[in-house]
C-alpha cells in the first residue's frame, strides 16, 4: 500500500502526484509507543523505475499511550484481522498533511 497526493518539498518544488509510503512501524508495547518513518518519492513511477526516495523529506510519527493501544493493541489488531502496516496507512491519514491522499493498492509481480 501507499499514498499519493500533491506535496511541496522542503525545497519548494511541487509535486502533483507525490507517491508516499511508510516503509518503519516500529511496536514498542513496553513503552506503548509506535513509530512511523515515512518516505516520498517524485511519484509512482520514479519509485516504480528505482529512483531513491527524497530522504531530506522524511516524516516521522510517534503514536503514544491509548492512542498506541486503541490502535496498535494485540487484542485490537487481532479483532480487526488488520497488520499493523494496515493500521500506520490508516492513522498517517488522519493527520493534517495526508488528509487528501488517495491510497495506492500496490500489486507485486
Do not use: C, W
Amino acid at each position: 500500500m501507499a499514498l499519493k497526493q500533491a506535496f511541496t518539498t522542503k525545497t519548494g518544488i511541487e509535486l502533483p502526484a507525490a507517491y508516499v509510503r511508510i516503509v518503519k512501524v516500529e511496536l514498542d508495547y513496553r513503552a506503548e509507543t509506535a513509530a512511523i518513518t515515512v518516505v516520498r518519492y517524485a511519484s509512482q513511477e520514479a519509485r516504480d523505475s528505482g529512483a531513491k526516495d527524497m530522504a531530506h523529506d522524511k516524516d516521522y510519527y510517534e503514536v503514544e499511550d491509548a492512542e498506541f493501544h486503541t490502535l496498535f493493541g494485540d487484542v485490537v489488531l487481532a479483532a480487526q484481522d488488520k497488520t499493523p502496516l494496515s493500521i500506520a496507512y490508516g492513522y498517517l491519514k488522519t493527520r493534517p498533511a495526508y488528509a487528501n491522499a488517495i491510497d495506492v493498492i500496490e500489486v507485486k509481480p
